[in-house]
């Protein structure tokens, strides 16, 4: 089920599969992503995440709303 989740949040890494990835941010005009930051998409939301350390460092809300 949803729960909100914020900057800080670490999440499992069943979350880094191709499933969850935006692949390419540009398509969606999020700003790129660099070294270990990848886009994700958690439900309605867009997570910029840490892919080493599984912290969230942005978050979009409703974002595919």
């Not at 880094?16 to 930051?37: H, Q, T, V």
């Amino acid at each position: 089920s949803y729960r909100r989740v914020g900057i800080g949040f670490s999440l499992n890494s069943l979350f880094f599969s191709s499933r969850y990835l935006i692949s390419d941010p540009y398509y969606y005009r999020l700003p790129p992503a660099y070294g270990p930051y990848r886009w994700i998409r958690y439900y309605d939301d867009a997570l910029l995440v840490n892919i080493y350390t599984g912290e969230v460092v942005d978050v979009i809300y409703e974002f595919f709303w």
